[in-house]
């Protein structure tokens, strides 16, 4: 896709959505330990059953070196209602351990070190980059931009890594950390995963997938 096709879908997704990237109420609002738990957490659920546990687990361990010593049963009783709790609750504890161990309890500030960080991947570590360190270093794809930036056409592949990659081509860096907040956004609203709102939809006329079902 052209750069200034890309913009023009941009522009008209921020109209459709201006609060989209205000991080209120949202898993990436929080110190960047809260959010890289939570970002690890979120993993196959919603920010809205995150935001439940989100009180109990961090009252009962609110640093790194609490959580790194807690027991992994006591951790899924807090998150059970998560789901895969058992692999979520082992992940933020070696998370935190490693937080210990490598980097002096601070989360670090650069992509291939939180790549170090057990449970962390690029959309993670995007994400912490962005909302809890206030660096632009790439784009977080999660199930929602992998969806429309296939659907749209910023992309012709189902690989994640590819699909960021394409997606920093046609987007200045300026735009990169609100984009995928904005494409949720326009996921979970309009663009559904099972049936797509495309009537209703504000880019329909530049979306390849509605030209081809059209």
Known sequence: MRKQDAARIYAALLKRYPDAREPAGKICRGSPFEVIVLTILSA????????????????QYPTPAKLAKAKAGDVETIIHS????HAKAKNIIAASQTLIDQFGGSVPETMDELLTIPGVGR????????????KNEGIAVDTHVRRLAQRIGFSDT??????????MAIFPKKDWGDLTDVLIAHGRVTCDAK????????????????????
């Not at 196959?44 to 009252?59: E, G, I, M, N, R």
């Not at 959309?123 to 206030?134: D, F, M, P, W």
């Open 82 to 85: 998560l789901g895969y709790y």
């Open 195 to 214: 049936k797509p709102l495309c009537g209703e939809c504000v880019i329909r006329g530049m979306c390849r997938w509605n030209r081809n079902s059209s």
């Open 158 to 167: 189902d690989n994640v890594e590819v699909i960021e990659r394409d997606l």
């Open 44 to 59: 196959q659920t919603t920010d809205k059953a995150v935001l439940k546990v989100k009180p109990a687990l961090f009252s």
């Open 123 to 134: 959309k993670t570590a995007n994400i912490v980059l962005y909302h809890a360190l206030g």
